[in-house]
């Protein structure tokens, strides 16, 4: 056989182990949360909206300074 190429019959031939223990898995039921998030950002939305403002502003100049 020349290089990269291959006998089919090896391709049929080839023994997997399936079998797969119970125990070994990982139970994902087993952290099961329930209950809610809030968060307090201690900020107006108008106070966020203008920090980013300012934020992209110090990029551009800095872009510009470059």
């Not at 119970?22 to 139970?27: A, I, L, S």
């Not at 900020?43 to 510009?64: F, P, T, V, Y």
């Amino acid at each position: 056989m020349g290089f990269g190429s291959y006998d089919e019959s090896e391709q049929e031939n080839q023994n997997f182990d399936t079998d797969f223990d119970d125990d070994e898995g990982h139970d994902t039921a087993e952290n099961v949360h329930s209950g809610s998030v809030d968060f307090d950002i201690g900020a107006s939305n108008d106070e966020l909206l203008d920090r980013l403002q300012e934020m992209k502003a110090d990029d551009e100049a800095e872009a510009a300074e470059e």
